[in-house]
């Protein structure tokens, strides 16, 4: 698709007022679910604009989250590769760690004042869980987190943290008890509780507004590492990677340079490889179906059945990625690559090495795309790559490993 065919010549104008990211995105929900989201998305449009919502926003991007994160040169990772300059943006230094909060902050507010009390959330590896009990706490409402039960055995730390935040964390049976189970059961538990409840989703997906809307609060990282380049370099990027699990820490990033003359990458999580079938990778490795409310690329059989993702990071392993990132792929804006476990555990530990900062295994990924892609830049060449999260939560599934890589 050429430029010249895209509403008023820009990328950027996307979704339609009914969600559809070209062919992908939608609202396909139950009838009972339908007002529900209405709601939310007459709620959103008429909000995102207000100036005393923008200032509350601000307020608690600035005071609370600890925002603008730091745009960083990484010298030594970029004398090491050899090529092109390699910032970070350091998103993982938000209150609580990684830049999922952004987007909770945004969300609580909108249900603050839509004059909803209770929280409803879904989470995996429960990072998502952890910022949702926070921001609660910090509201003073009630939250109510929606896990997978192999989820709630994998991710023991998070969910005493959830706990601690004051948080009810509900145990989800069906299917292989993991996140995509624990999303299906939240939206069913929304419905029987409309009046007093709002569901915050944690990343690009599910029905329309959610992809807009958290990509919209996930844009303050982009729009301020644009600022931030700028006044280093007096450029722009020739290069944005971020990493893949659903798709909003990259959206994030990547959104306000869309309509920009700048390359950019998706790294999705090649697992043990693409060939083995173990990863997470689904605009690789999968085609579109419908799943939680919207189209986009999802892991499935033939029989159109959704295969759980694999990653050896677990905030990565969502079956299916925003429909946003899909249509970008379609039309060529984005590139999408993958990486596999063992590639982001190097990086992890050479990022630790070198650089003194230890990523989450998540960023981790998008940093073996960037060393190899500055390798093949000139020096006077720039990426920014988006260091979402940090490493202290991975530490006990990364260690044993680097042991017997012979790296410790
Ligand atoms: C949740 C998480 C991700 C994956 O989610 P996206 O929506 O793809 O950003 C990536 N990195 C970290 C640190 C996370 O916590």
Redesign the pocket.
């Known amino acids: 698709m050429s430029r010249d065919n895209l509403k008023n010549n820009s990328y950027k104008n996307q979704p339609t007022d009914d969600g559809k990211f070209g062919n992908y995105g939608g609202m396909f929900v139950a009838e009972t679910l339908m007002p529900l989201i209405l709601d939310v998305s007459n709620s959103y449009s008429k909000l995102k604009n207000e100036i005393s919502f923008r200032k509350k926003l601000q307020y608690y991007q600035k005071h609370y989250i600890g925002r603008p994160s730091p745009l960083y040169f990484a010298k030594r990772i970029t004398e090491y590769c050899g090529g092109a300059k390699i910032y970070f943006k350091r998103d993982?230094l938000n209150h609580t760690?990684?830049?999922?909060i952004n987007n909770v902050i945004g969300q609580a507010l909108l249900a603050k004042e839509m004059g909803k009390t209770k929280i409803i959330a879904e989470t995996?590896?429960g990072?998502?869980g952890v910022a949702t009990a926070t921001v609660c706490a910090l509201f003073n409402m009630d939250c109510e987190v929606f896990m997978g039960e192999e989820d709630i055995e994998r991710q023991k730390p998070n969910v005493e943290r959830m706990q601690l935040l004051g948080a009810k964390i509900i145990p989800v049976s069906s299917g292989t008890g993991t996140l995509k189970d624990a999303m299906n059961e939240a939206l069913r538990h929304w419905v029987s509780n409309a009046k007093t409840h709002f569901y915050i989703i944690?990343?690009?997906?599910g029905p329309h507004p959610y992809p807009m809307m958290?990509r919209d609060f996930?844009s303050v990282i982009g729009e301020e590492a644009k600022k931030q380049i700028i006044e280093a370099e007096k450029s722009l990027p020739d290069k944005l990677i971020?990493?893949?699990?659903?798709?909003?820490?990259?959206?994030?990033l990547f959104y306000p340079f869309l309509d920009d003359k700048v390359d950019i990458i998706g790294v999705e999580a090649g697992g043990q490889g693409i060939p083995t079938g173990k990863h997470a990778a689904s605009l690789t490795g999968g085609k579109p179906g419908i799943l939680h409310g919207n189209k986009t690329y999802l892991l499935q059989n033939d029989d159109g059945q959704i295969i759980d993702a694999y990653s050896i990071?677990a905030?990565?392993d969502?079956p299916g990625i925003?429909p946003e990132h899909s249509w970008l792929n379609d039309i060529g804006r984005i590139d999408y690559k993958t990486c596999t476990d063992k590639q982001a555990l190097e990086a992890f530990y050479l990022c630790s090495q070198l650089e003194g900062i230890i990523p989450?295994?998540?960023?981790a990924h998008a940093l073996h795309i960037t060393m190899e892609e500055a390798k093949k830049m000139g020096p006077e060449e720039i990426i920014i790559m988006n260091m979402?999260?940090?490493g202290d939560k991975d530490l006990s599934a990364v260690l044993p490993k680097l042991k017997k890589m012979g790296k410790l």
Not at 97 to 100: I, P, Q, T
Not at 243 to 251: D, H, P, V
Not at 360 to 363: H, I, V, Y
């Open positions: 993982e760690g990684a830049h999922k995996g590896a990072q998502h944690g990343t690009v997906a958290v996930q971020a990493c893949i699990g659903g798709g909003s820490n990259a959206m994030g990071s905030g990565l969502y925003g989450a295994l998540e960023p979402c999260g940090r």
